[in-house]
Antibody, heavy 122, light 107 residues
């Protein structure tokens, strides 16, 4: 069955960096776009970034553009989020999610990881 | 960016009730609208995609409708496990955006 397992969260000081990982299994990793979505404590869902199936295209939310980098390693079936210049407002649970793109063009997030908590605090 | 607005933000209901949650987009998104359920402490779960298609394994008491800017999620007969927060999501254009959520509580 499909599994997504995030890791790498923790407490980090403002201005520092952190890299999150998402280990994927149970599906052909190279066939699907992958996303990061975050949720600040007690708040709603915020889409963060997407990477295409082959890793050639990336898009970011304005709030993280220029500070975060999404990447993937097909040989390891792993998705990454490199976060730099972290701010207090980046504190959140970070989820990785697999998308499914229908031939009609519709797509959605059909599997999510359990999330990893990033706390930015001095 | 396309803004997604859900109403109500919260509501109380009883087991067996029928209820409808509304999601409005700031511009037309045709039917590029998905619904997710999130139980506290858990990851979101896909319920409905493309406005009205039921995800595999999701109970048939959940249904979705709408097109353009106005969408609904209906639960025909609330069960104890349905008390959660529900989010709509548009995938019509980047950036993908979510509604603020509707928290469903037991009356």
């Amino acid at each position: 069955q499909v599994q997504l397992v995030e890791s790498g969260g923790g407490v980090v000081q403002p201005g520092r960096s952190l890299r999150l990982s998402c280990a994927a299994s149970g599906f052909t990793f190279s066939s699907y776009g992958m996303h990061w979505v975050r949720q600040a404590p007690g708040k709603g869902l915020e889409w963060v970034a997407v990477i295409s199936r082959d890793g050639s295209n990336e898009h970011y939310a304005d709030s993280v553009n220029g500070r975060f980098t999404i990447s993937r390693d097909t040989s390891k079936n792993t998705l990454y989020l490199q976060m730099t210049s972290l701010r207090a407002e980046d504190t959140a649970v970070y989820y990785c999610a697999k998308d499914d793109l229908l031939r009609s063009g519709f797509y959605f997030f059909d599997y999510w990881g359990q999330g990893t908590l990033v706390t930015v605090s001095s | 960016d396309i803004q997604m607005t859900q109403s109500p933000s919260s509501l109380s209901a009883s087991v067996g009730d029928r209820l409808t949650i509304t999601c409005r987009a700031s511009q037309s998104i045709t039917t590029y609208l998905n619904w997710y359920q999130q139980i506290p402490g858990k990851a979101p779960k896909l319920l409905i995609y493309a406005a009205s298609s039921l995800q595999s394994g999701v109970p048939s008491r959940f249904s979705g409708g709408g097109s353009g800017t106005d969408f609904t999620l209906t639960i025909s007969s609330l069960q104890p496990e349905d008390f959660a927060t529900y989010y709509c999501q548009q995938t019509y254009s980047d950036p993908i955006t979510f509604g603020q959520g509707t928290k469903l509580e037991i009356k």
